[in-house]
């Protein structure tokens, strides 16, 4: 298993720009997560889905779209890049939620907003 | 609103010491708590868990013990190595859907 996948690990926008941040997982995880991580503090929940079709607001959703269509795959969606936005995000999944099966995470996408 | 945090931001600790990592939280209604492991330019690695029904779960080299009195939780490290050195958080499970409340994180520097 390749686990959880997140492309592109590096990437420069300038205000105003849009991208996806693609992740997929080859777990058959149920649950997946995107959290942002900003320097030197812990992550923040974004979104989160609890299977194909569903997904809810984390802690922090403000200026960012999910879609969950397949099992595999949860991209995440800036519409209007902010520098607020420059950050690390952290895609993760689970076969059901924490408490009873561990969290895998991804590499991480390395976001710049000029 | 209630948060998770840690006590020291940066850990040195001597190579074959032991480490302990302590962590703080608020939410008196959590039942899960997880601590992860995370190196330069990598996503966080689950080292260890433990239930709110539990005061003390060990795994290799690590023991993860949680003071629920005084909404405590520390994970301590046997004979920190290099590579034991990176930065490690913990979490707690705020909901049913699983979502984790994470804290700041500690660094750990190990030095021979």
């Known amino acids: 298993n390749a686990g959880v996948t997140q492309t592109p690990k590096f990437r420069i926008l300038k205000i105003g720009q849009s991208m996806t941040l693609q992740c997929t997982q080859d777990m058959n995880h149920n649950y997946m997560y995107w959290y942002r991580q900003d320097p030197g503090m812990g992550l923040k929940l974004i979104y989160y889905s609890v299977g194909a079709g569903i997904t809810d607001k984390g802690e922090v959703p403000n200026g960012y779209n999910v879609s969950r269509s397949t099992t595999e795959d949860f991209p995440l969606r800036l519409e209007l890049a902010a520098p607020s936005q420059t950050s690390v995000y952290f895609c993760a999944s689970s076969y059901s939620p924490a408490g009873d099966n561990e969290q895998f995470f991804g590499p991480g996408t390395r976001l710049t907003v000029l | 609103g209630e948060s998770v945090g840690l006590h020291l931001p940066t850990l040195s600790v001597q190579e074959g010491d032991n480490s302990i990592i302590n962590c703080a939280y608020s939410?008196?209604?959590?039942?899960?708590f997880i601590w992860y492991k995370q190196e330069s330019g990598k996503g966080p690695q689950f080292i260890i868990d433990i239930r709110s029904n539990m005061d003390k779960r060990q795994g290799q080299r690590v023991t993860v013990l949680l003071n629920k009195t005084v909404k405590h939780l520390s994970l301590q490290i046997a004979a920190t190595q290099p590579g034991d050195s990176a930065v490690y958080f913990c979490a707690e499970k705020s909901d049913s859907w699983g979502k984790l409340q994470f804290g700041a994180g500690t660094q750990v520097v190990v030095t021979p």
């Open positions: 939410n008196s209604a959590s039942d899960y």
